[in-house]
């Protein structure tokens, strides 16, 4: 998904989105433009708008919510288009979605209680194995890898 917001007007109003923006996040182009990404995407945090446009290029790991009231985890990438003039007329924003990710997130947090559990180790409130305890060492993938692994056709248990 991808948008722009008109940098000179006030609340930073969409003026465009494409086709993937409507696909995930289920506003139309007419029901996007104009609208100021906190009022849309936000539930109206404009604090965090701000500081997206700026803290200027890197990307931002963050919860947006989409027409349908549902929660989705993205990755924001914002960056700047300039007139001929050289002054800032755009804000061009690219999501990710990283509902895939953060799914695969929790189920390893629940399969490292479960397994700390299945092993008899004593585990705190949060999950974790007990100050003490005898730790079984249990090697987790990181998210990068689990993305490779998965595209890759091999089957993570086998590690």
Known sequence: PLALLDANAKGRPFTYANAAFEAFFGYSEAETIGRSPAALLFRGDEPLVQRLLSEGPRRWGLT???????????????????????????????FSD????????????????????????????????????????????????????RHSGRVLHQR
Do not use: C, N, T, Y
């Open 98 to 149: 990283r509902g895939e990710i953060e799914r695969l997130r929790s189920e390893i947090e629940s399969l490292k209680g479960l397994a700390a559990s299945s092993l008899g180790l004593r585990v705190d409130p949060a999950g974790q194995p007990a100050r003490g305890a005898q730790q079984a060492r249990v090697e987790v993938p990181s998210p990068d890898e689990l993305h490779a692994d």
């Open 64 to 94: 947006a919510w989409g027409k349908d009231g549902e929660l989705r985890h993205i990755e924001v990438v914002v960056g700047e288009a300039r007139g001929v003039d050289g002054r800032l007329s755009h804000w061009v924003i690219a």
